[in-house]
């Protein structure tokens, strides 16, 4: 773990990320849309940046940790965990989206007519066996390519697990080939957050400086559900799981997890983010990388809590729009779908509303007027992304904490790190 350095606090990372998004804010608001083609690009260079090193890293982070977790057995357990965990909490924030967006009831009577659309982008259908069949890469190059994680994480684990089963010499050259891979692409990492207020800044300008208000408006209440839903998930459930689960002190793990959560916020992609989770999970929560590097990279793919209460909130709100009374049976079947379709977001900006339709069509909700209201909310959709992102991010570095811990790490969150 680093040690706290003795810095003013204007040479603090986490105070400089602070002062960036307020002057983002600022910048965004005077500026407007004139100065966004100004910004938006040093925003793009610090993204690409980071998802340059997106596949190097998670290739040598999953290989040398899968790798040094030893017998089938030991990685199993922390798969039965990493999953137990995932299912258990985007349960727990699928069910606080239900419960708000039924006491609050954002849609009954809402009026979105002349509220500007978005463009749909497209989604292909998938049946069930598709999803199983694009788990096994067909070319590890191209999936590479195309940014395809989860394909990429199977490869991956099938590789650290072969390595570990290997015999003695070549066993130990490869773990330390892909170890020291792995601490060089973190250096890279740690040199590139660097610029992360910089980053910061151009991203949150862009997104202040581009957007209408009429839209917010007309949307206004079920915003206000959606963000209270992942205030509570945020700050109320994830913390008393932090607690009661891991013995974790929440306070500490926010300290230790600001980085990730202002990248996730300021770029809404928790692929884009997981360079900088890793870093914080490792050297300031101060997780093993046999721990880290298995569930961050496949909670970045499949656990999102945030998203799961999204999808959920969303279809409820979407059927209040329209008059159309859900029963228990059917809003459970929201959740379970959402559930299911959380995991199957890309880890992309507004991913998770392109894939409400697959929740929707579980409770027959479809059609022109479902097709409309979607592209409304498609138009707000940037800073509910931002948020369920932060929250994704967090739940991911939670269930590392707790995993870590179970497996008898007891340093974790034990100290903060500026
Ligand atoms: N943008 C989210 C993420 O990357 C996914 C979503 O749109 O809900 O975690």
């Known amino acids: ?7 003013p606090w204007y040479r603090r990372l986490h105070w400089q990320i602070f002062v960036a998004m307020g002057l983002g804010i600022v910048a965004g ?21 980071l998802k340059m090193i997106i596949v190097p890293l998670v290739l040598t982070s999953i290989v040398s940790g ?7 057995r030991d990685l199993g357990r922390l798969f039965g965990k990493t999953m137990g965990y995932y299912v258990m909490t985007s349960a727990l924030a699928a069910l606080t989206g239900l419960l708000l967006v039924n006491l609050i009831k954002p849609g009954v009577g809402a009026n979105l007519g002349g509220v500007e659309q978005a463009e749909m982008p497209e989604l292909a259908s998938k049946t069930p066996i598709d999803l199983v ?17 989860l394909p990429i994480i199977v490869f991956c684990i099938l590789l650290g697990a072969t390595i570990a089963a290997l015999p003695k010499a070549p066993q130990r050259t490869l773990i330390d080939f892909f170890s020291a891979a792995f601490q060089a692409i973190m250096l890279l990492t740690r040199g590139i957050m660097r610029f992360l207020p910089i980053g910061v800044f151009a991203m949150i300008t862009k997104v202040v400086g581009s957007s209408g208000v009429e839209a917010f408006q007309a949307l206004g ?3 206000l559900t959606i963000a209270l839903g992942l205030l509570v998930h945020l700050f109320v459930t994830l913390p008393l799981v932090l607690r009661f689960l891991g013995g974790i002190p929440p306070a ?17 992609s928790s692929a884009a983010t997981l360079p900088v989770t890793i870093n914080a999970v490792e050297n300031k929560v101060g997780v093993s990388n046999k721990v880290s590097s298995f569930v961050l990279p496949m909670g970045a793919t499949v656990n999102m809590d945030g998203t799961a209460l999204y999808e959920c909130a969303g279809v409820i709100f979407i059927s209040q729009v329209l008059g159309a009374q859900l029963g228990f049976t059917e809003q459970l079947i929201v959740v379970a779908t959402a559930l299911l379709a959380s995991i199957g977001a890309a880890a992309v900006p507004s991913a998770g509303l392109v894939i409400i339709f697959i929740v929707l069509e579980a409770v ?6 479902v097709d409309a209201i979607v592209l409304t909310m498609l138009a707000i959709d940037r800073p509910l992304d931002m948020a369920r992102t932060a929250v994704n991010v967090f739940s991911d570095s939670c269930g590392a904490a707790i995993i870590a811990r179970s497996e008898g790490e007891t340093e974790v969150d034990a100290r903060v790190v500026a």
């Open 1 to 7: 773990m680093e040690q706290r350095a003795n810095l």
């Open 252 to 268: 500490i793990h926010f300290r230790n997890m600001v980085e990730p959560l202002a990248m996730a916020f300021s770029t809404s």
């Open 66 to 72: 899968v790798a040094s977790v030893g017998s089938g």
């Open 29 to 49: 608001l005077i500026g407007g849309e004139a100065l966004v083609p100004k910004v938006a690009w040093i925003g793009t260079l610090f993204l690409k940046l």
């Open 364 to 369: 027959n909700l479809r059609g022109p007027e």
């Open 133 to 149: 069949l694009d788990l096994v890469p067909e070319n590890v190059v191209r999936a590479a390519a195309d940014g395809d994680m």
């Open 221 to 223: 209440l079920y915003m």
